[in-house]
């Protein structure tokens, strides 16, 4: 593969390259906010799915899903290509989650993933714009975002209040309800929207599987007797409101999708 090739000659890129292909209803986002936010939600998506076909695993996507949704809260959605700061997202989580990606596979994932059925991009002046694009976007999101690009995600919060949580229930009760598995779907979920930047990790565990329970009906055992609740035990500093709060945003995210095609 020539992408480190300085014998190529190509002419200096400009600094926010498109694809020609991409939606033109994303190159400028409309200043309604419910707009807005059902464009971060599709290149959120987006981003998702190009990350699946990259091989890449559930933290590396969680990180690119918040610098997205960081990068766009410093600055106007109608500002930059939203598909080229995604793609530079996934470039720069890979770095940061030591999960590296060559920048000619997330191009060309990314590239059928707008052109379906389409070839990949030829090595050529339009794919080193788009690749020298993605690099120096890069950069940008960096300075913006002050070189804060490491985060702490929910997901080993999750993890360890699962296993708390499957050794305080009925073995039987647990088995017959994919508590686990919804947890895990609304916690993926969740990243469509802005509730990483504005909850804390440990707060966005224990309401995703509090919504979990409660889509199954399922009671954790003693609760109602108890001095404290059991989201308590796992969050002192949680409230009910906050739990709710993020359980309403969750269902907002849900009610999104049905809207977007």
Not at 48 to 62: H, R
Not at 192 to 212: M, S, T
Not at 220 to 243: L, R, Y
Request: hydrophobic letters at 40%.
């Amino acid at each position: 593969m020539a992408e480190a090739g300085a014998a190529v000659s190509r002419p200096p890129p400009p600094l926010y390259f498109s694809l020609g292909e991409m939606e033109e209803s994303c190159s400028t986002a409309p200043p309604d906010k419910d707009k807005a936010g059902k464009t971060h939600f599709r290149i959120i998506r987006f981003i998702m799915e190009a990350g699946v076909k990259l091989g890449m695993q559930s933290i590396p996507i969680a990180t690119a899903c918040t610098v997205y949704h960081k990068f766009f809260h410093e600055t106007a959605l109608d500002a930059y290509d939203p598909y080229l700061v995604a793609m530079s997202a996934i470039y720069l989580a890979g770095k940061v989650e030591e999960q590296h990606l060559r920048t000619r596979d997330i191009i060309n994932v990314c590239h059928r993933y707008l052109n379906p059925g389409s070839d990949p991009l030829e090595v050529d002046t339009k794919f080193w714009e788009l690749r020298d694009s993605i690099v120096q976007c890069e950069l940008l999101m960096l300075r913006l975002l002050q070189f804060r690009v490491s985060f702490i995600h929910p997901h080993k919060y999750l993890l360890h209040y699962l296993v708390s949580l499957k050794n305080w229930m009925n073995r039987h009760s647990w088995e017959r309800t994919p508590i686990a598995t919804a947890s895990w779907a609304l916690l993926r979920d969740s990243y469509h929207g802005d509730i990483c930047l504005r909850y804390e990790a440990q707060h966005i565990a224990v309401a995703v599987l509090y919504f979990a329970l409660q889509c199954y009906g399922v009671d954790v055992p003693g609760n109602e007797s108890a001095e404290t609740q059991w989201w308590k035990v796992f969050s002192e500093d949680i409230t009910k409101e906050t739990i709710d709060s993020i359980v309403s945003e969750l269902i907002h995210i849900y009610t999104m999708d049905t809207e977007i095609p």
